[in-house]
């Protein structure tokens, strides 16, 4: 079964640091996410893309944030300089259809020290 | 602001008999229900769904229930099983697509 891929699984990072964490979503796929959960917190919407734009995004995804599709297969998150509350686990998640369920990928765990 | 709430943290059943995870949600807006489960080091993995325009739908051991009115769902596994063990989240959407999740709850099934 097609499956959302996620890259790196773990990245350590120093605050003020740009990363760049990537995703292989399901390949006839049309809408793409980015949710994160913080340790011991509820899994959270970060922002939504479908036909190379930004179609919603939350409080959270800030102007430190950015998202890409660069090729036909990767969806990227960008954050530009890191804090220390960034820490989370990034999840990846892509659907085929309008309100359709997500498939999520199993997620980055982001470290900020 | 919790417009979807999972208000157990934790659920234990014996195997064979009936899990029953409950949400509520605060949004009227909302016609699209799902539920998710979620292994450690895994992200969340699709269960089962329900339009706001059902009150009822089943998949094999598990149930989704609606009350509108209430605003409320309940997931049944019926038997549970030990891999069932996981966190299940509700999540409910709307007309935007952008999923809200409720905080979780852990199941644990005794052997």
């Known amino acids: 079964e097609p499956e959302v891929t996620q890259t790196p699984s773990h990245q350590v990072t120093q605050m003020g640091q740009e990363v760049i964490l990537r995703c292989v979503p399901i390949?006839?796929?049309?809408?793409f996410y980015w949710y994160r959960q913080i340790l011991g917190q509820k899994v959270e919407f970060l922002v939504s893309?479908?036909?190379?734009?930004?179609?919603?995004k939350s409080e959270i995804f800030d102007d430190q944030f950015s998202v890409e599709r660069p090729d036909g297969s990767n969806f990227t998150l960008k954050i530009r300089s890191t804090k220390l509350e960034d820490s989370a686990m990034y999840f990846c998640?892509?659907?085929?259809?309008?309100?359709?369920?997500?498939?999520f990928g199993n997620g980055t765990r982001l470290t900020v020290t | 602001d919790q417009q979807v709430k999972q208000n157990s943290p934790s659920l234990s059943v014996q195997e064979g008999r009936i899990s029953i995870l409950n949400c509520d949600y605060t949004?009227?807006?909302?016609?699209?229900f799902l539920w998710y489960k979620k292994y450690p080091a895994e992200g969340p993995t699709f269960l089962i769904s329900?339009?706001?325009?059902?009150d009822k739908n089943e998949d094999g051991r598990f149930t989704v229930f609606l009350n509108k009115s209430a605003k409320h769902l309940s997931l049944h596994i019926v038997p549970s099983q030990p891999g069932d063990s996981a966190v299940y989240f509700c999540?409910?959407?709307?007309?935007?697509?952008?999923?809200?999740f409720g905080k979780g709850i852990t199941l644990s099934v005794r052997p």
């Open positions: 390949s006839n796929h049309l809408y």
């Open positions: 999540a409910a959407t709307g007309a935007n697509s952008k999923l809200t």
């Open positions: 329900i339009s706001s325009i059902k």
């Open positions: 893309f479908y036909n190379n734009e930004i179609s919603e």
């Open positions: 949004n009227s807006m909302f016609d699209y």
């Open positions: 998640a892509s659907s085929d259809l309008y309100n359709s369920p997500l498939h």
